[in-house]
T-cell receptor, first 115, second 112 residues
Framework: DTGVSQNPRHKITKRGQNVTFRCDPISEHNRLYWYRQTLGQGPEFLTYFQNEAQLEKSRLLSDRFSAERPKGSFSTLEIQRTEQGDSAMYLC?????????????FGPGTRLTVL | QQPVQSPQAVILREGEDAVINCSSSKALYSVHWYRQKHGEAPVFLMILLKGGEQKGHEKISASFNEKKQQSSLYLTASQLSYSGTYFCGTGASGGSNYKLTFGKGTLLTVNP
């Protein structure tokens, strides 16, 4: 399977703990995105990388959230001091920038539950 | 600002047609359509660009009215596998068109 993969698929944590999620994009895709999705809503943009450079962060992304994409391959999203409001599905997508607008392919997501 | 999708939900019998609409208050460069089944990743269906370019799947068609900032997704001869939630994601005109803003979705249920 050469699609976008995410790990873990599910994460249950206690309030105040730190969590880290990993995303492996489609091979050779140079753009990588993180979105958050809550029940009954569409995905909400969090941040975007082109290669290893983080080019944009949403205002939704508080200081407790940090994302990296070392070497322009996989990416990690870390949430520090989790809160119950962080409970959501965290989706990763990747694309190959050939033209101005490109198709984003989503991974299966990591479902975070904060108790 | 989030695009508005209509209807919120629709129930079909297999073989019937459906139209899902997406409307934005912002000037758009692109509209992206996805289908998501419960607990799964959104699956790409169609992308429409300002200027008329489209790419997507054979059995699905869509339109993009640039003047009205509206898009419609046409599902014909629906199959059971078409069931799911359909999202439109919009890319704004200007530099940030890669950042998609999604609607709340339209839940489509196809019954035998």
């Amino acid at each position: 399977d050469t699609g976008v993969s995410q790990n873990p698929r599910h994460k249950i944590t206690k309030r105040g703990q730190n969590v880290t999620f990993r995303c492996d994009p489609i091979s050779e895709h140079n753009r990588l995105y993180w979105y958050r999705q809550t029940l009954g809503q569409g995905p909400e943009f969090l941040t975007y990388f082109q290669n290893e450079a983080q080019l944009e962060k949403s205002r939704l992304l508080s200081d407790r959230f940090s994302a990296e994409r070392p070497k322009g391959s996989f990416s990690t999203l870390e949430i520090q001091r989790t809160e119950q409001g962080d409970s959501a599905m965290y989706l990763c997508a990747s694309s190959l920038a050939r033209v101005i607008t490109d198709t984003q392919y989503f991974g299966p997501g990591t479902r975070l539950t904060v108790l | 600002q989030q695009p508005v999708q209509s209807p919120q939900a629709v129930i079909l019998r297999e073989g019937e047609d459906a139209v899902i609409n997406c409307s934005s208050s912002k000037a758009l460069y692109s509209v992206h359509w996805y289908r998501q089944k419960h607990g799964e990743a959104p699956v790409f269906l169609m992308i429409l660009l300002k200027g008329g370019e489209q790419k997507g799947h054979e059995k699905i068609s869509a339109s993009f009215n640039e003047k009205k900032q509206q898009s419609s997704l046409y599902l014909t001869a629906s199959q059971l596998s078409y069931s799911g939630t359909y999202f439109c994601g919009t890319g704004a005109s200007g530099g940030s068109n890669y950042k998609l803003t999604f609607g709340k979705g339209t839940l489509l249920t196809v019954n035998p």
